[in-house]
């Protein structure tokens, strides 16, 4: 029997009662879906807007940080599913108190996604949908073979943005980090920082070989306008690229591994 551990370690066992799920993470509320277990989820927050047609019909009990945690209550459910990036140690601690389930995700590669699908799938019975997804995600991940770095490519250095004022990125330790070096492109971060998304100064940026800048949708809703601005104040190729392709895990993942083949395009 396959063993269904989250990322802390906890055991979990599947769940043979109508379950009730809160999910406070975007990605996972849209692979909980896809899973086919909408009809289970009570509780969103207002940054899971995946798919639309659906979520609207859930309530919305705040955002990933901010939580209403007496309307949670109201709410009472079984399950709590958290991301240990997305949302805060205290505010699980607290919701723990009352929800017997907390399943803790932290998937910070692209294959991570199998376990999550695998996991998800075992805890709330659908294994079966759960294993179309891995294999859907194998397909994508294989077919991406083309497009990852041959010995006579260079590697790029990018500056991968997240938010301004102040600016901030990511560290090499993370999911999007670790997408965007399936195509060969590895993302700067200030030497020597222990943070996973840092704060920089462009002027030590540029200190270093970058070839080009990205700058994501999300979290922050950098536009072409941001992109014109900064390749005038940099001298650099800036390039918008889509936020959800790159960041969320889940079964948005699949279609993440497409995108990333155009972008090695580019």
């Given amino acids: 029997m396959q063993i ?68 949670i209550r109201r709410l009472a459910p079984s399950h709590l599913i958290v991301n240990i990036d997305e949302n805060e140690r205290p505010t699980a601690d607290a919701l723990a108190r009352f929800i017997p389930h907390v399943i803790v995700t932290h998937p910070v590669t692209p294959r991570d996604n199998l376990a999550l699908y695998q996991l998800l799938g075992g805890i709330f019975g659908v294994s079966e949908k759960a294993g179309d997804l891995c294999r859907q995600f194998e397909s994508a991940y294989d077919s991406l073979e083309p497009a990852r770095l041959s010995p006579e490519q260079p590697v790029q250095q990018v500056v991968y943005c997240i938010w301004q004022d102040p600016w901030m990125t990511v560290g090499p330790d993370t999911y999007i980090s670790a997408m965007l070096r399936l195509i060969g492109w590895q993302t700067w971060s200030p030497p020597n920082s222990i943070l996973r998304y840092p704060g920089f100064q462009w002027s030590n940026a540029l200190e270093y070989p970058i070839d080009r800048v990205l700058l994501s949708t999300e979290p922050y809703r950098f536009t072409e306008s941001h992109v014109d601005a900064l390749e005038k104040q940099l001298g650099l190729p800036v390039q918008l690229v889509d936020g959800e392709m790159l960041s969320w895990y889940g079964s948005r993942a699949i279609a993440g591994l497409q995108y990333l083949a155009q972008l090695a395009k580019q």
């Fill in 4 to 71: 269904l551990s989250d990322a802390l370690g906890t055991i979990h066992q599947p769940y043979t009662a109508e379950p009730r799920i809160v999910c406070l993470v975007p990605s996972i509320t849209e692979l909980l879906c896809e899973l086919g277990l909408a009809k289970y989820l009570v509780g969103r927050t207002g940054f899971c807007i995946h798919p639309k047609e659906v979520v609207r019909d859930i309530a919305k009990i705040g955002g990933t940080k901010d939580v209403n945690i007496e309307k």
